[in-house]
């Protein structure tokens, strides 16, 4: 039952959350989540390299680290962190330094399926699409042609 009550792209996410445990337990230790449940699959490889490069910047840091939150805006995706006051301040300039570049980079990736894309205007909420994921969705219900 609970098969029919989730669509592709929120398997899509659970399926992604699982890799993230699975490769970066640090992440989750002592029971944390990954706050990564409102990004969309075209970002979700940008996310996960995000996170790798984050791991690797911290090094022996790692462990103080965590994701407080991470979402959808209008802006765009923003990423929220959170650390022990003890890590040095370099090392958390690094991390927002790479957290900055990722969010821009989604700027210009479709958030369906990952190619080229840009911030498209779809029935008044701005979406991140290729030319052809903008125009599907323009076509679903009773949409109108995006605006660039």
Same mark, same amino acid.
């Given at each position: 039952m609970?098969?029919?009550l989730?669509d592709e792209?929120a #398997?899509a996410?659970i399926?992604? %959350?699982k890799v993230l $445990?699975?490769?970066? +337990?640090? /992440?989750?230790s @002592?029971g944390r989540?990954? +706050?990564?449940?409102?990004? *969309? $699959? @075209? #970002? %979700? +490889?940008r996310y996960?390299k995000?996170i790798?490069?984050v791991e690797?910047?911290? @090094?022996e840091?790692a462990?103080v680290f965590?994701?407080s %939150?991470t979402?959808?805006?209008?802006g &765009?995706l923003a990423v ?5 006051? =003890?890590? +040095? $301040?370099?090392?958390?300039?690094q991390?927002d330094? /790479?957290?900055? %570049? =990722?969010? !821009?980079?989604?700027? $210009?990736i479709? !958030?369906m399926?990952g !190619? !080229?894309g ?5 029935r008044?909420? *701005?979406r991140w /699409?290729c030319?052809?994921h ?6 679903? @219900?009773? &949409?109108?042609r *995006?605006? =660039?």
């Open positions: 609970r098969e029919k989730l792209d #398997w996410v399926a992604f %959350q $445990r699975d490769e970066h +337990p640090a /992440l989750v @002592g989540r990954i +706050p990564c449940v409102s990004i *969309p $699959r @075209g #970002w %979700q +490889p996960k995000l790798e490069d690797a910047a911290l @090094g840091w462990p965590r994701i %939150q979402k959808v805006t209008e &765009g929220a962190v959170t650390f022990d006051s =003890a890590v +040095p $301040r370099e090392v958390v300039h991390v330094r /790479l957290i900055a %570049q =990722a969010e !821009e980079d989604v700027s $210009r479709c !958030e399926c !190619e !080229e840009r911030e498209w205007d779809i008044n909420w *701005p /699409l030319v052809t903008a125009f599907a969705k323009c076509h679903e @219900g009773a &949409g109108s *995006p605006e =660039a």
